[in-house]
């Protein structure tokens, strides 16, 4: 049986010393070599064959990174695995002792064409670094090739506008990457818009709901229902393309910052719905009396139907399995919440009796975190300040 194991790192502002990322925000030479020192041995602890990271800002800064951790871990393989040098009864053997170097060809970056390229003005994108390498070309999902109207319509059945999105705050990136001779797998990076508010500016470059001296809090709920509205309509584009995958057949996994728990909507967008447990008690949709209900036939095509593209959250399955009652990938103010997600379609789900493979086990690498609210939240600023994740799985034999 072939093993594997998918990871999702927010890196947090990736980027070399001296680069003015946002404003009046860079890293000086100390505090990039520290952080570079630490992303490298994040990468390292992890030693995932698939990685899709989040807040790229500049690709040779991240290949620096990657060289790094492969050079700590060819030190490592020289310490640990047992060779005739080494005293064998000194050495506890281990599944798997060695670490693979990643190299430079597994690793595809999706810049952000929103990145103005100037000082204080940047915008991070994505990559996805493998070690199976790709099948073919991975594809960048931002700009829409037509624009994506949402209609409204008021509850008094006028028409009540639409909501227009034509480009995606940052990149989704799609890869098929081959796991094995026989199994590839249709993988998606993404990192939804945050919840910090998006406020209107005027011709002066400023947003009066920005100014907190001066505070606004319709304003500001505006802005945070404005920034919830775009990260539901790229949580939709997102679901379109899971979709297509799925329909066609390809095993899909999806990993990013989404920004939400898994029980939000957009959340709930990208993974599909989860099915009433029994249709046949339900109203049908076009019932002409109150006793007309779906059959238990049409409950059987429903389910099918509605699990056939439903995604499972990785974490979810590992509560389940281990009756562990939390995992937090972030904490900010006294809130411990998991924002990041590995989601799994239904090849990978223990229910299927046709499933291609199943997770053994979610890490959660967050040992680093420190509330926004401690002291010794300026750590933050050089490590990230996201816990990372890792599903590992178990194929069954080709």
């Not at 790229?56 to 020289?78: C, P, Q, Y």
């Not at 000194?90 to 690793?107: C, E, Q, S, V």
């Not at 907190?212 to 945070?224: E, F, I, K, Q």
Request: charged residues 25%; hydrophobic residues 35%.
């Amino acid at each position: 049986m072939t093993r594997f194991t998918i990871a999702s790192f927010n890196v947090k502002n990736l980027i070399g010393p001296d680069q003015e990322y946002y404003t009046f925000q860079s890293y000086t030479p100390e505090e990039y070599a520290w952080k570079e020192d630490w992303t490298a041995s994040q990468i390292f602890s992890m030693d995932a064959d698939i990685i899709g990271f989040q807040e790229i800002f500049d690709e040779a800064t991240l290949r620096e990174v990657i060289a790094e951790a492969d050079h700590i871990g060819e030190e490592s393989n020289k310490a640990v695995i047992p060779d005739k040098s080494k005293r064998y009864h000194r050495k506890a053997i281990f599944r798997k002792l060695g670490y693979t170097p990643y190299g430079a060809d597994g690793l595809f970056v999706a810049s952000n064409i929103n990145d103005t390229g100037k000082p204080g003005h940047r915008r991070p994108g994505v990559a996805i670094l493998s070690r199976f390498g790709f099948v073919g070309t991975p594809e960048i999902i931002q700009d829409l090739p037509e624009p994506l109207d949402i209609p409204f319509r008021d509850l008094t059945g006028e028409d009540g506008g639409h909501y227009r999105l034509t480009r995606l705050s940052r990149p989704i990136l799609k890869a098929r990457i081959p796991v094995t001779d026989n199994t590839t797998i249709t993988i998606f990076n993404c990192h939804l818009k945050s919840k910090l508010g998006e406020f209107p500016r005027g011709e002066d470059g400023t947003a009066p709901e920005a100014d907190l001296t001066n505070y606004d809090p319709v304003g500001r709920a505006m802005g945070a229902m404005r920034a919830a509205l775009r990260r539901m309509a790229e949580a939709w584009v997102l679901r379109r393309s899971i979709v297509e995958e799925l329909e066609a057949g390809h095993p899909v996994m999806v990993m990013g910052d989404f920004n939400d728990g898994e029980h939000a909507v957009s959340s709930e967008i990208i993974s599909g719905e989860v099915p009433f447990r029994n249709y046949s008690w339900m109203l049908r949709h076009d019932a002409k009396h109150g006793a007309d209900r779906y059959s238990r036939e049409d409950n059987d095509r429903i389910q099918s139907a509605v699990n056939k593209v439903r995604l499972t959250s990785a974490e979810s399955l590992f509560v389940k399995k281990s009756m562990r009652d939390m995992v937090y990938t972030t904490a900010f103010g006294g809130v411990y919440e998991s924002i990041d997600q590995i989601y799994l379609s239904q090849h990978f789900h223990p229910d299927n009796a046709q499933a291609a493979g199943e997770m053994e086990y979610f890490s959660v690498f967050n040992d680093h975190l420190t509330d926004g609210s401690h002291a010794e939240a300026p750590y933050n600023k050089l490590a990230s300040d996201h816990g990372q994740i890792m599903a590992h799985i178990r194929l069954k034999d080709d």
